[in-house]
T-cell receptor, first 111, second 113 residues
């Protein structure tokens, strides 16, 4: 089957760095994506890793290790507006491409 | 604004009824995906269409169906509604069928009473 594990909650202070881990189990792994969702809002795409290594986009970076079935999202210089839920999502190519989302990590940024 | 349009934004209906949710993808995107998000839950993939054809199916109930029309807009039909169907329904689109980067609409909040 397919499953993703990510922490349910993370708390950090403004200006700090936080890492949100994601481990996955899937039979036809194609790639790992990260999405941000504010309360009442729509998910917003943050990054995608199809190959091992680090992808950097501004204050956000994402890492993937396919051999470890593991990835993380790194948020630097945290701002209050980063308080949101963050979802990792695995793209599975078995039986047609479909995306499996993790349950989400709720990030609280404190002043 | 992601460029993906969903209507209606809110819908309240009674149990046993049937509703249709509509999605217009971003200009140029051929793939449309439907997701369900219940209260405090993650996103559950329902179904994907690519250029009018069904491409992948997730945990979609038999009471639910979808289609993508020649102009690439999509509709999700929910019938014999139950209280447990109350949720946010998101549509997303991407340029190809691999969904390496998907753009989500603002969602339709369905309340079944």
């Amino acid at each position: 089957g397919q499953s993703l594990e990510q922490p349910s909650e993370v708390t950090a202070v403004e200006g700090a760095i936080v890492q949100i881990n994601c481990t996955y189990q899937t039979s036809g792994f194609y790639g790992l994506s990260w999405y941000q969702q504010h309360d009442g809002g729509a998910p917003t795409f943050l990054s995608y890793n199809g190959l091992d290594g680090l992808e950097e986009t501004g204050r956000f970076s994402s890492f993937l290790s396919r051999s470890d079935s593991y990835g993380y999202l790194l948020l630097q210089e945290l701002q209050m507006k980063d308080s949101a839920s963050y979802f990792c999502a695995v793209r599975d190519g078995t039986g047609g491409f479909k995306t499996i989302f993790g349950a989400g990590t709720r990030l609280f940024v404190k002043a | 604004d992601s460029g993906v349009t969903q209507t209606p934004k809110h819908l309240i209906t009674a149990t046993g009824q049937r509703v249709t949710l509509r999605c217009s993808p971003r200009s140029g995107d051929l793939s449309v995906y439907w997701y369900q998000q219940s209260l405090d839950q993650g996103l559950q993939f329902l179904i994907q269409y690519y250029n009018g054809e069904e491409r992948a199916k997730g945990n979609i109930l038999e009471r639910f169906s979808a289609q993508q029309f020649p102009d690439l807009h999509s509709e999700l039909n929910l019938s014999s509604l139950e209280l447990g169907d109350s949720a946010l329904y998101f549509c997303a689109s991407s340029v190809d069928q691999r969904e390496t980067e998907a753009f989500f609409g603002q969602g339709t909040r369905l309340t079944v009473v």
